[in-house]
């Protein structure tokens, strides 16, 4: 099963923020995330990387 995440940060009544993730719960389990941010019109980054667990995980 695949299920994306998106959600944005907020300052002063603005995005100054958003993130994407991409989680997919197998065996081994995959994950993925783009994240931008810019807290003034002189600075930004973004941020973008990759992951995989591998174990099998219990969620009760």
Excluded: C, H
Aim: hydrophobic residues 35%; aromatic residues 12%.
């Amino acid at each position: 099963m695949k299920q994306t995440v998106m959600w944005e940060k907020l300052s002063g009544g603005r995005i100054t923020g958003i993130e994407r993730v991409n989680i997919e719960f197998s065996d081994p389990l995959s994950v993925e995330s783009l994240s931008f941010n810019s807290d003034s019109e002189d600075s930004s980054w973004a941020l973008e990387y990759y992951g995989t667990i591998d174990r099998t995980l219990s969620f009760e």
